[in-house]
């Protein structure tokens, strides 16, 4: 959903929060006025001493971003991230996250992720982007590989009918396993289609649409109202369409 991240500029790529690090190590280096970078290193369970885990020895992950800002208008971010998992999961929490399978137990992954996302202030009223995103995971010591991408593309409208609020239209699709040709019965779709797990992608493309428009009511209060339509979830040709409406209310001080 992007109206809990929705802002001016554009929400997070959805890559960005793989293996679900809880801490690690990271820096920000401002290269120029336009240009900068950034790195980061992250644990699931840095703290926890047992086996496979910790700030090293468990899952982890260590991307890096690149940040243009080509003209005051434009911003263009680069961005690749590797990870490890023991349990199959990309660590997002959205879409296709479950990667592959076993009867027994889910499988470790390791995954190469790559990104971008773009913003255009085409004007005071008017913010066009959006991002893509492509991964590329394989079980350690088996053949073949599983691949997801998921897209989303974005219309913000700064100060939409009086100043400080803003609107939104945002259309997307969530990580969707586009192939998957690992060893027959860890292939995830295969699974989820008739229990032999052979290799193939999901049937279906699940579509987000969503908007919402955020009303400042004082400097301390907004609301939102928004309406978010999921068109085949789970990627699913067979689905029913789900409409959800929601109300958030935000208080900063």
Known sequence: MFLVGSRQKQP?????AIGNGTGGL????????????????????????????????????TG????????????LALNYINSYSTTGFLGTGVGDDLLAYTPTSTSPLTTDAFGATASWQVNPKLT??????????????????????NWMAFLNFPDLLEKGNLGGIYVGQPPKIVSSDLPTG????????????????????????????????????NITPGVILIFEPRHSPNSDMITIGILRTTFSF
Not at 36 to 54: E, I
Not at 136 to 147: A, M
């Open 128 to 149: 066009i982007g959006g991002w893509g995103g492509f991964t590329t995971s394989r079980i350690p010591g088996q053949s073949g590989s599983v691949e997801t991408n």
């Open 186 to 221: 860890n292939n995830l779709p295969g699974i989820l289609k008739d229990s032999l797990g052979s290799a193939g992608g999901q049937p279906g493309t699940t579509t987000h649409i969503e908007a919402f428009y955020r009303y400042r009511m004082s400097d301390n209060i």
């Open 12 to 16: 997070k790529l959805s890559i960005l």
């Open 64 to 75: 890096v971003q690149l940040n243009l800002a080509p003209t005051n208008n434009i911003d």
């Open 26 to 61: 990271g820096l920000d280096w401002q290269m120029n006025k336009r240009i900068s970078l950034q790195a980061v290193y992250t644990a699931s369970k840095p703290a926890d001493s047992s086996q496979n885990a910790g700030l090293f020895n468990g899952e982890n992950a």
